[in-house]
């Protein structure tokens, strides 16, 4: 029996962080360009890529951001397990996030995040070929 050797997969994972304000937010202030979350384990960085106020709910405040993480296998993961990997290891429920890093007076008083199952992307630094899960 031939066993293949495991190897490092390192996925670029995309989503939107909503998070509700108390009142209205204010627009004109500026996000840094990394967001540090937490799952209760460890600290996440989040890449802030574009963040707006909703037109609808101007309470709302709706993030753009990816993150890469990595696993270590024979195979790729199908888009279900990276998934399923992805939101195990940070989802709204886990995440934890000090509002001190955000801008605004107002007060945070909920907050969910969103990963985008379209948007998973495999990235070889060894060859750099980009491999789309769809």
Known sequence: MIRLQAQLHRIFSFGTLAIKFDQNVQYGKKLDDVLIVSNGQFDIPLKVISANISPT??????????????????????????????????????????EIQLPFDEKVTAYQLFWDTSMYHEMNDLDGEEFLYE
């Open 57 to 98: 709910y101007p309470d709302i405040l709706n993030i753009e951001v990816s993150k890469m993480f990595s696993y270590v296998a024979e195979y790729k993961y199908t888009p279900k397990q990276i998934h399923a990997l992805n939101t195990h290891v940070l989802n709204s429920k886990n995440m934890l996030f000090d």
